[in-house]
């Protein structure tokens, strides 16, 4: 059998390519807070091999937009959308891995589900940095109800406590930011804190995704 023209498959290859690298371009629209340059900023630093944890919610949608995993077995994420899946998959990646950069992405509702496990990070000392994308409600879900049920959302809106404050009481490190030029500061010290760290990001709640915002029509 002769074998296949692999040049066959280049105009194909090559437009959704293309296709990849402009949904990835920065959006003209984007909100004051632009998560998006957040992940951008962490595709620029951190290492080919670094483990990057998740849960569920709309804060992921920025996450695996933009965010470029360059190898195999560095992305843990549920599949089956189980909210506070992040912090206790970091914990074990970085047990399992302590050579390795390890870093969670994390909604305040999905953290506050595990937030408890965040002790064990501290009690083994182990460097995860935490991202808590704080937007004060189940953001997800509230965009749900205003597509469903518009001007009915009901038990959405969350109360959070200082998430920075938070880690630092358990002695780790903590900081809150609220524009994305501070990021890349906040995430350098994080990393050369060497301990467990939470970075918190007040972002807008009305953003739902990269291109949804409240209220939905």
């Known amino acids: 059998m002769a074998p296949l023209d692999k040049n066959t498959w280049a105009p194909w290859r090559a437009k959704l390519r293309a296709a990849y690298v402009d949904y990835q371009a920065p959006r003209t629209d984007a909100p004051p807070f632009d998560l ?19 849960g569920a919610g ?43 950069r390890v870093v969670c992405f ?10 408890q496990d965040f002790a064990t990070a501290v009690q083994h000392q182990l460097p995860i940095i935490v991202v808590i994308v704080n937007d004060a409600m189940y953001g997800s879900i509230r965009m749900h109800q205003k597509l469903n049920y518009p001007g009915r959302p009901s038990g959405t809106d969350l109360l959070n406590p200082d998430f920075a404050a938070l880690a630092r009481t358990y002695g780790a490190h903590g900081e809150s930011i609220n524009q994305h030029d501070q990021f890349p500061g906040a995430f350098e010290r994080a990393m050369l804190a060497e301990m467990p760290a939470v ?13 949804r915002k409240l209220p939905l029509s």
């Open 199 to 211: 970075i918190e990001i007040r972002v807008d709640g009305k953003q739902l995704t990269p291109d």
């Open 106 to 115: 994390a909604g305040d509702g999905c953290f506050m589900m595990a937030s």
């Open 36 to 54: 998006a340059k957040v992940v951008d900023h962490l595709n620029d630093v951190l290492p080919d091999d670094a483990i990057v944890t998740n």
């Open 58 to 100: 709309n804060y992921t949608i920025w996450l695996h937009r933009y965010y470029r995993y360059r190898k195999l077995g560095t992305q843990i994420a549920p599949k089956s959308g189980s909210m506070g899946y992040g912090p206790p998959a970091a914990i074990a990646a970085q047990l399992r891995h302590p050579e390795r």
